[in-house]
């Protein structure tokens, strides 16, 4: 009895009431091996199905490893049908009872309170996380917006210089040319100045144009524009604007060329004319006896020029000086705006070539440049050497864009191995440890990122280079962040991409070591 | 013939994902509304291991907890196995882990334990370092999952399976 029969009637109806028919008291007895001996209660409201085969195995997974000969409570048990009840087992001799009763009630109020502390909880480390992160955006932009800010005055500067200095006379100087050109003249002498007057403030305007661009950001500026360039016709053009100019001065003026490779040079005309001009201009400027000499030379797929006169010179002291933007008096008696050196090492390196700078006071100077033909960048013989044999594994889902990918990368000498989905490019890399992984990280089903951040909480070590089409910096941060060690962006900036390969593969090889 | 029968517990901080990775596991469903889990629910399933006989998960989904508190030690009587849960996108919940499985310890000492590190799916909000759980695999074996994708969530239910007795 549940009750003492001694109580009176309506207690004992009102405890039974209580603690049997509120409860849904459900009573299975089992003799060993869970044989069902007895049943008092509504199995149904539990969703259990004693007649079922296998209606009560849920109640014996509950007993898994527990012993049957000690009395057990396990509260709060979720059941098949969603209900919730708190379970007893109670040793009986040879035998054993299982006692369910409802918990839903109980437990509907405690998940009530239990959600809301913990949403809030959760709610609040996600707010503290970005107040976190947006303090550190602020402070970002803080200081991006001191640096723009002194970078846009100094821009401004050089415009509104530019512009004036610039463009002013050469107004005059179309606007007269204009005129006396209208007067036809027999005289061909006359004839060939004009024209070479007008070639030269031609070429005057397009360098103002260019320099213009200076405040414009690199990376535009930095797009090579390759064509086929015919070194002779440009010999002559700088022959044409110098020449006569340096003579004036009584300074003898001489250019060479040397043609020794048989494949056609391909440069970007435009920045390489900048750089020839930009260094004769400056000879031309600094020298008033002896001679300028331009000279050159296509050999290797390289093409060097080199720059000599017998000017003034260069202080040891500003020598580290001259390639720095408005530097106005490393070189005695300077009247330019400063701009010309340090637009030539901008132009060497946005070319990838080498510049060299040799000078002494009173006797002269000698500038040695060196630049790659555009297609020797990309494939060229040193990258071909350094990374010949290398193996690159390449996941992309784009099957056009892997295959993009693993030509350039065959180009550049890489044994190339194309996989489409990440999961099993984590497998593959763990399993081959490949010297470059270029992994995109809009793949389907497993990401990039999250392939990348597997492999790097797996101790994998290599060089990984990360793609998207997303060029922001949250993006570009994300992928860093799961382990890249470079991210690029697509469409794929050719040189870019070279560049990045190289340098992920060189430091591949450092932490190797 | 019926199938060896283990008792595995899944132990983790709340939100941590422990009722959507058996949801993943056992019925192939996800849904992202969190619903606190209350006392425990229990569910199994059959795997079957090349070269072995199957065996019978049992899956005892606990209410997440960062510390073993007396109900949640009762619940963990029988058990032969862990699966230890965190959330990627919240390195307390690692931590929670880590400390359920030492007080664990005093009850199981001998149960297999497996580490997972859920949420992959929001791998880019991890907080998480790849070189944690690099140190961690040096003493449990630790996987990545994502109960939305599936991501690591068999592999690690079967790492289980291939550890426990067969």
């Given at each position: 009895?549940?009750?003492?029969?001694?109580?009176?009637?309506?207690?004992?109806?009102?405890?039974?009431?209580?603690?049997?028919?509120?409860?849904?008291?459900?009573?299975?007895?089992?003799?060993?091996?869970?044989?069902?001996?007895?049943?008092?209660?509504?199995?149904?409201?539990?969703?259990?199905?004693?007649?079922?085969?296998?209606?009560?195995?849920?109640?014996?997974?509950?007993?898994?490893?527990?012993?049957?000969?000690?009395?057990?409570?396990?509260?709060?048990?979720?059941?098949?049908?969603?209900?919730?009840?708190?379970?007893?087992?109670?040793?009986?001799?040879?035998?054993?009872?299982?006692?369910?009763?409802?918990?839903?009630?109980?437990?509907?109020?405690?998940?009530?309170?239990?959600?809301?502390?913990?949403?809030?909880?959760?709610?609040?480390?996600?707010?503290?996380?970005?107040?976190?992160?947006?303090?550190?955006?602020?402070?970002?932009?803080?200081?991006?917006?001191?640096?723009?800010?002194e970078a846009n005055a100094l821009k401004n500067a050089l415009i509104a210089t530019l512009s004036h200095e610039f463009r002013t006379p050469l107004t005059s100087i179309f606007g007269y040319l204009h005129l006396i050109e209208r007067r036809a003249t027999a005289d061909a002498t006359a004839a060939q100045a004009l024209q070479a007057v007008r070639r030269s403030a031609t070429y005057l305007f397009a360098l103002a144009e260019n320099l213009l661009e200076y405040g414009r950001g690199e990376?535009s500026g930095a797009l090579?524009n390759?064509v086929?360039v015919d070194l002779?016709a440009l010999l002559a053009d700088v022959e044409g604007m110098f020449a006569p100019l340096a003579e004036a001065k009584g300074v003898r003026f001489r250019a060479?060329?040397?043609?020794?490779?048989?494949?056609?040079?391909?440069f970007d005309e435009v920045k390489l004319r900048q750089i020839v001009v930009n260094l004769l201009s400056n000879a031309v400027r600094y020298t008033t006896r002896g001679e300028i000499v331009l000279?050159l030379?296509?050999?290797?797929?390289?093409?060097?020029v080199?720059v000599r006169d017998s000017g003034i010179g260069i202080a040891?002291?500003f020598?580290?000086q001259v390639f720095k933007p408005f530097n106005r008096g490393a070189q005695a008696g300077s009247k330019g705006a400063g701009l010309g050196l340090s637009i030539v090492r901008r132009l060497v390196d946005q070319m990838?070539?080498?510049l060299?700078l040799?000078s002494?006071?009173?006797?002269g100077t000698?500038f040695?440049i060196?630049?790659?033909?555009?297609?020797?960048?990309?494939?060229?013989?040193?990258?071909?050497?350094?990374?010949?044999?290398?193996?690159?594994?390449?996941?992309?889902?784009?099957?056009?864009?892997?295959?993009?990918?693993?030509?350039?990368?065959?180009?550049?000498?890489?044994?190339?191995?194309?996989?489409?989905?990440?999961?099993?490019?984590?497998?593959?890399?763990?399993?081959?440890?490949?010297?470059?992984?270029?992994?995109?990280?809009?793949?389907?089903?497993?990401?990039?990122?999250?392939?990348?951040?597997?492999?790097?909480?797996?101790?994998?070590?290599?060089?990984?280079?990360?793609?998207?089409?997303?060029?922001?910096?949250?993006?570009?941060?994300?992928?860093?962040?799961?382990?890249?060690?470079?991210?690029?962006?697509?469409?794929?900036?050719?040189?870019?991409?070279?560049?990045?390969?190289?340098?992920?593969?060189?430091?591949?090889?450092?932490?190797?070591? | 013939?019926?199938?060896?029968?283990?008792?595995?517990?899944?132990?983790?901080?709340?939100?941590?994902?422990?009722?959507?990775?058996?949801?993943?596991?056992?019925?192939?469903?996800?849904?992202?509304?969190?619903?606190?889990?209350?006392?425990?629910?229990?569910?199994?399933?059959?795997?079957?291991?090349?070269?072995?006989?199957?065996?019978?998960?049992?899956?005892?989904?606990?209410?997440?907890?960062?510390?073993?508190?007396?109900?949640?030690?009762?619940?963990?009587?029988?058990?032969?196995?862990?699966?230890?849960?965190?959330?990627?996108?919240?390195?307390?919940?690692?931590?929670?882990?880590?400390?359920?499985?030492?007080?664990?310890?005093?009850?199981?000492?001998?149960?297999?334990?497996?580490?997972?590190?859920?949420?992959?799916?929001?791998?880019?909000?991890?907080?998480?370092?790849?070189?944690?759980?690099?140190?961690?695999?040096?003493?449990?074996?630790?996987?990545?999952?994502?109960?939305?994708?599936?991501?690591?969530?068999?592999?690690?239910?079967?790492?289980?399976?291939?550890?426990?007795?067969?």
């Open positions: 009895m549940i009750v003492d029969a001694a109580w009176p009637v309506v207690v004992q109806a009102y405890l039974r009431a209580v603690l049997v028919d509120r409860t849904h008291l459900l009573l299975l007895s089992f003799a060993p091996g869970w044989h069902l001996l007895d049943l008092q209660g509504d199995p149904a409201f539990y969703g259990l199905a004693p007649e079922a085969p296998d209606g009560l195995r849920s109640l014996q997974d509950l007993f898994v490893g527990l012993p049957l000969d000690r009395d057990q409570d396990i509260p709060f048990v979720e059941l098949a049908n969603g209900r919730s009840a708190h379970v007893h087992l109670v040793a009986d001799r040879d035998a054993f009872h299982v006692l369910l009763l409802d918990a839903e009630e109980a437990r509907s109020h405690e998940r009530v309170q239990q959600q809301l502390v913990h949403e809030a909880i959760i709610a609040g480390h996600a707010k503290s996380k970005a107040i976190g992160q947006l303090k550190d955006i602020r402070d970002e932009l803080g200081r991006q917006r001191s640096s723009l800010e990376s090579l390759a086929e002779g060479t060329l040397a043609h020794d490779d048989a494949t056609a040079p391909r000279a030379a296509w050999r290797d797929r390289r093409l060097a080199d040891p002291e020598i580290g990838h070539g080498t060299a040799e002494e006071p009173g006797q000698h040695s060196e630049l790659p033909s555009v297609a020797a960048i990309a494939a060229g013989p040193e990258h071909a050497s350094t990374l010949r044999g290398r193996r690159a594994l390449v996941v992309d889902d784009d099957a056009d864009v892997a295959q993009l990918l693993e030509v350039l990368l065959e180009d550049l000498g890489f044994e190339v191995r194309v996989l489409g989905d990440a999961a099993s490019a984590v497998a593959r890399a763990m399993d081959e440890s490949p010297d470059l992984l270029l992994v995109d990280v809009e793949l389907p089903g497993l990401s990039g990122n999250a392939a990348v951040y597997q492999l790097r909480a797996q101790g994998y070590r290599g060089p990984i280079v990360s793609l998207s089409a997303n060029a922001t910096t949250d993006a570009r941060d994300a992928s860093l962040r799961a382990g890249a060690n470079h991210y690029l962006t697509k469409p794929l900036n050719l040189e870019r991409f070279v560049a990045v390969v190289r340098r992920a593969v060189g430091e591949g090889a450092k932490e190797a070591t | 013939m019926t199938p060896l029968t283990h008792k595995v517990c899944m132990l983790g901080d709340f939100g941590v994902g422990k009722t959507s990775l058996v949801a993943r596991y056992v019925r192939s469903t996800f849904s992202d509304k969190y619903l606190t889990t209350v006392g425990v629910k229990v569910d199994s399933k059959e795997v079957a291991l090349p070269g072995r006989d199957p065996l019978k998960l049992v899956l005892w989904d606990i209410a997440g907890r960062s510390a073993l508190d007396a109900p949640s030690t009762s619940y963990l009587r029988g058990a032969s196995a862990l699966l230890l849960v965190a959330d990627g996108t919240r390195e307390t919940s690692l931590n929670s882990a880590l400390n359920l499985l030492m007080q664990s310890r005093s009850t199981l000492p001998d149960a297999v334990a497996v580490l997972a590190v859920n949420k992959l799916d929001l791998v880019e909000r991890w907080e998480v370092a790849a070189t944690t759980l690099s140190e961690l695999r040096r003493s449990l074996p630790v996987f990545e999952t994502s109960a939305l994708s599936g991501a690591g969530v068999e592999e690690a239910f079967a790492e289980i399976a291939r550890r426990l007795p067969g």
